[in-house]
T-cell receptor, first 111, second 113 residues
Framework: NAGVTQTPKFRVLKTGQSMTLLCAQDMNHEYMYWYRQDPGMGLRLIHYSVGEGTTAKGEVPDGYNVSRLKKQNFLLGLESAAPSQTSVYFC??????????FGPGTRLTVT | EDKVVQSPLSLVVHEGDTVTLNCSYEVTNFRSLLWYKQEKKAPTFLFMLTSSGIEKKSGRLSSILDKKELFSILNITATQTGDSAVYLCAVYRFKAAGNKLTFGGGTRVLVKP
């Protein structure tokens, strides 16, 4: 039982490049979330999903897209990376609101 | 706009000291307040508080909620170096779409030997 896994762990991009972050969970959770964490700002919700095939915007969705084609996977895409997107990205999943299980994070640097 | 504010931003203590962390909130349709501990990587769940005045305890950690004054505190007694972490509080709103949580900025705690 791996819980929530994220790929890759680290990535460096140049401004304008694109990439996709993959989140996978094996707990059969309906809800999945993408957050970004910047120093002193806690976790801010980018996008979330309430089930397979659904997505919705969070607090800071601009510059990101998501897809949930399979229940166990939630993809976060950056079409044209900007330095402001340098951050640590966390994926989480839950069946109940207080039990959000977090992945180990992806550290992204955009130069 | 929902707000969750934690204080202090950071603190340094020595082993054996007691630490008190604060979390205040302004949200509509408040349902529950949650505390998470974040060491080097993923946050892990500590407590969920829904009712005022009822203390939740887990070992040396305890937490209480005041729904009238809109805040919660997290206490850590007899601190150990393993308590060094960022402590996050988050608020869950009643009938929040997608079970979303709103997080505060966190308090970084460093416990020195």
């Amino acid at each position: 039982n791996a819980g929530v896994t994220q790929t890759p762990k680290f990535r460096v991009l140049k401004t304008g490049q694109s990439m996709t972050l993959l989140c996978a969970q094996d707990m059969n959770h309906e809800y999945m979330y993408w957050y970004r964490q910047d120093p002193g700002m806690g976790l801010r919700l980018i996008h979330y999903s309430v089930g397979e095939g659904t997505t919705a915007k969070g607090e800071v969705p601009d510059g990101y897209n998501v897809s949930r084609l399979k229940k166990q996977n939630f993809l976060l895409g950056l079409e044209s990376a900007a330095p402001s997107q340098t951050s640590v990205y966390f994926c989480a999943s839950s069946s109940r609101p207080y039990e959000q299980y977090f992945g180990p994070g992806t550290r992204l640097t955009v130069t | 706009e929902d707000k969750v504010v934690q204080s202090p931003l950071s603190l340094v203590v020595h082993e054996g000291d007691t630490v008190t962390l604060n979390c205040s909130y302004e949200v509509t349709n408040f349902r529950s307040l949650l505390w998470y501990k974040q060491e080097k990587k993923a946050p892990t769940f500590l407590f969920m508080l829904t009712s005022s005045g009822i203390e939740k305890k887990s070992g040396r950690l305890s937490s209480i909620l005041d729904k009238k004054e809109l805040f919660s505190i997290l206490n850590i007694t007899a601190t150990q170096t393993g308590d060094s972490a960022v402590y996050l509080c988050a608020v869950y709103r009643f009938k929040a779409a997608g079970n979303k949580l709103t997080f505060g900025g966190g308090t970084r705690v460093l416990v020195k030997p």
